[in-house]
């Protein structure tokens, strides 16, 4: 189990009456992470678990530097109970990585522009420097930020509600990223394999690029997956 389960749902059952009785309204932001998670009572990761599970309910909004926004209710598109997310495992995340990944690349690498490609390459410079500063909470940082850009150039707008369900697994899995900062060069190499496939418009290699990531990635954290088609792990 990525965390536990247990706490993870106590904390999310809190929140949802919170929200319910309207201690935070539509439009506000959460406190801060620190002074939630003191407030509850709970530890920051457990707290962001829970907060991944608010976001998969569509209750919620993880704003990239600016905090976790409340949203609308009856705005959620896709709703599933706080325990099936919660007590995912790791290779339940990266089935659901490898099912949609990689024919986002291959859509991407269809229609990308230079821009796009450029701020892609921005954040692989930023694992970089993470990675030569030994930063292993910005590397984190930056290869969430660079998948989750991967995500936001997917143009399908039902197919955007899916996606969000890949950036929450991803988030998801963010503390076992952290508990192995060594693997960040082979990450980083691999992600910029996936890049170079997208800057030349090769749908089928930006695809068959980030099934190997993937596949790597499981090999990594002790997993190896059963894949039920065909495709090549390189």
Do not use: C
């Not at 692989?124 to 993470?130: G, Q, V």
């Not at 496939?197 to 980030?210: E, F, H, L, T, V």
């Amino acid at each position: 189990m990525i965390t536990s389960s247990t706490v993870v749902n106590a904390v999310v059952e809190k929140l949802r009456q919170a929200l319910a009785r309207g201690q935070w309204r539509s439009g506000e932001m959460l406190p801060g992470q620190r002074e939630l998670a003191e407030q509850l009572g709970i530890s920051r990761p457990s707290l962001r678990e829970a907060v991944t599970v608010l976001e998969t309910l569509g209750l919620v909004r993880s704003m990239p530097g600016k905090g976790v926004l409340v949203l609308e209710p009856g705005t959620q598109e896709l709703v599933h109970a706080p325990a099936a997310v919660a007590g995912a495992s790791l290779e339940d995340v990266l089935q659901l990585r490898y099912t949609l990944e990689p024919f986002i690349v291959g859509l991407v690498a269809q229609s990308i522009s230079s821009k796009e490609i450029g701020q892609l390459r921005l954040t692989l410079m930023d694992m970089r420097e993470a990675l030569d500063a030994s930063d292993s909470e910005a590397g984190v940082r930056a290869y969430i930020a660079f998948h989750e850009e991967l995500f936001a150039l997917t143009a399908n707008p039902i197919f955007q509600s899916v996606v969000q369900q890949t950036s929450n697994a991803l988030k998801q899995s963010a503390q076992v990223l952290r508990n192995s900062p060594e693997h960040l060069a082979a990450r980083l190499e691999e992600n910029e394999a996936v890049v170079r496939a997208i800057r030349n418009k090769d749908s089928a290699q930006a695809s068959a690029q980030m099934r190997r990531h993937i596949l790597q990635e499981g090999l990594r954290m002790g997993i190896e997956l059963t894949i039920p088609d065909e495709h090549p792990g390189n």
